[in-house]
């Protein structure tokens, strides 16, 4: 059995396979990433069952693998690069050799997965921490339930600035109830819940619309979403919208919150 470990600047997701079989997957917190992918194997062990003894090797990635410059309780322990992560995961998940991968994290790297390898096309530094962050300092929490509790019951036209609200007719292609500038209207009465509901679609907007440059540069018509964001309900109805005007699918493939584990694990696996 192999773990992989994905290492993340807020949280961490460690997976256990065997022959190309998940057996388990877990997610932990933790304040540092020696603490993190310890305190991982070790609810493998106590919650799940699966003795560290019995692990063959782990595979580490993340901003926090960096860290980490010895063998994990004495367990053969082997970094891979975070980009090869996400490409190898992608592409398990997918079962699918040619893909376009938006990695929603703490940021959002786009990664291509051909018959020439795996390739970093770009990315944004908009992602989950930036909805965390403006939270933070808008509407004052930090706590991810509570943002997605208070954005369902927001009302986006309240903040943004509506196509509605600058003409009379659909523009293009674009209908009247779509954002024409996010934050731009913000009115005095705007509450926590709006505010909070305008942050996750400006973040989904921004990363919706660079899914669509990446994937028409590539001659693709859809982006497989992973990691974290995924999982982010109101994040996909963006999605889902910016798909219906542009014609690029979303794929939310199952397991996608523990993609870069796995991909660590079979990037180890076949080196």
Do not use: W
């Amino acid at each position: 059995m192999i773990a992989g470990i994905d290492i993340g600047s807020t949280s961490t997701k460690v997976v256990l396979l065997d022959n190309g079989c998940i057996l388990c997957k877990m997610r932990v917190l933790a304040s540092d990433a020696v603490t993190a992918a310890a305190g991982a194997l070790g609810k493998l062990d106590t919650e799940k069952g699966y003795k560290i003894q019995s692990i063959d090797r782990i595979a580490i990635t993340g901003a926090g693998a960096s860290k980490i410059h010895q063998d994990i309780f004495d367990i053969p322990t082997v970094k891979i690069e975070e980009i090869m992560a996400i490409g190898h995961g992608g592409k398990f998940l997918s079962k699918r050799d040619d893909i376009i991968i938006a990695n929603i994290g703490t940021g959002t790297p786009f990664i291509e997965v051909n018959q020439n390898g795996i390739a970093h096309i770009g990315g944004t530094g908009v992602g989950g921490g930036t909805i965390v962050g403006l939270a933070k300092a808008l509407i004052k929490t930090s706590d991810f339930n509570t943002i997605m509790d208070l954005a369902s019951k927001g009302d986006l036209s309240r903040v943004d600035l509506m196509i509605k609200d600058i003409a009379d007719t659909d523009i293009s292609f674009l209908a009247k109830d779509m954002t024409a500038s996010n934050f731009a209207k913000m009115l005095e009465s705007a509450t926590r819940e709006d505010i909070a509901m305008a942050i996750i679609n400006m973040v989904y907007q921004v990363i919706g619309m660079l899914s669509v440059f990446v994937a028409q540069s590539r001659n693709k018509d859809s982006i497989i979403v992973t990691g974290n964001g995924n999982n982010n309900a109101i994040g996909r109805n963006v999605l889902g919208s910016i798909s219906e005007m542009y014609g690029i699918h979303f794929e939310f493939p199952e397991d996608a919150e523990f993609s870069t584990a796995i991909g660590a694990v079979l990037a180890a696996s076949s080196a």
